[in-house]
């Protein structure tokens, strides 16, 4: 059990369609959340998490996110804020934070140690300075292979993104063979 982070990362993000990304190198194309049931306000697929916000009208997130080599042992989070728990394989070790249209990372990366499963913490709660605002802390351990539950469901696969798939595997393989 661990009484402090091993390294963490801080900054504002903003906030999209009601939620942002926590996103790995590793991830290879845009997710397709289903945006089913969800459990708590945190939606996991492979490399990718989507952290949901109260309602629409939050415009921006302050968020830190916290590296840890075992389960928290202190509960030094938010105060009175709202708590949800997944497990979501990380394939590049490293983790950073955008709104859904962005391009490039709003909050820089931070490494979480090897490639494998890592257990999130999710704390959330309305900031006391800005009514628009919902401030977020994230802590990531390494952890077991999930239950099925705890993974969300991906949206089924359309004409449209099979051939935006083939295109990026096409790509791929044109990048590869120059």
């Known amino acids: 059990m661990a009484e402090?982070?091993?390294?963490?990362?801080?900054?504002?993000?903003?906030?999209?369609?009601?939620?942002?990304?926590?996103?790995?190198?590793g991830l290879d194309e845009p997710p397709r959340f289903a945006?089913?049931?969800?459990?708590?306000?945190?939606?996991?697929?492979?490399?990718v998490?989507?952290?949901h916000a109260t309602s629409?009208?939050?415009?921006?997130?302050?968020?830190r996110i916290e590296a840890w080599r075992d389960p928290p042992t202190v509960d030094n989070s938010l105060d009175g804020s709202e708590t949800s728990e997944r497990t979501v394989l990380i394939t590049d070790g490293s983790v950073?934070?955008?709104?859904?249209?962005?391009?490039e990372p709003e909050i820089p990366a931070l490494s979480l140690g090897e490639p494998g499963w890592y257990?999130?913490?999710?704390?959330?709660?309305?900031?006391?300075?800005d009514a628009r605002t919902e401030d977020f802390l994230l802590r990531f351990w390494p952890?077991?292979?999930?239950?099925p539950e705890d993974r969300s469901a991906?949206?089924?696969?359309?004409?449209?993104?099979?051939?935006?798939?083939?295109i990026r595997a096409w790509a791929r393989e044109q990048a590869s063979s120059e």
């Open 35 to 47: 945006f089913a049931a969800r459990n708590g306000f945190l939606d996991v697929l492979d490399d």
């Open 56 to 63: 629409d009208w939050i415009t921006a997130a302050d968020v």
């Open 4 to 25: 402090e982070p091993v390294r963490a990362v801080q900054g504002v993000v903003g906030v999209v369609y009601g939620f942002f990304l926590v996103e790995s190198p």
């Open 119 to 129: 257990h999130v913490r999710g704390h959330r709660r309305r900031s006391v300075a």
């Open 143 to 147: 952890s077991d292979t999930p239950a």
């Open 154 to 166: 991906e949206a089924e696969v359309d004409e449209f993104t099979r051939w935006n798939r083939e």
């Open 49 to 51: 998490i989507g952290v």
């Open 96 to 103: 950073h934070t955008r709104a859904v249209p962005a391009t």
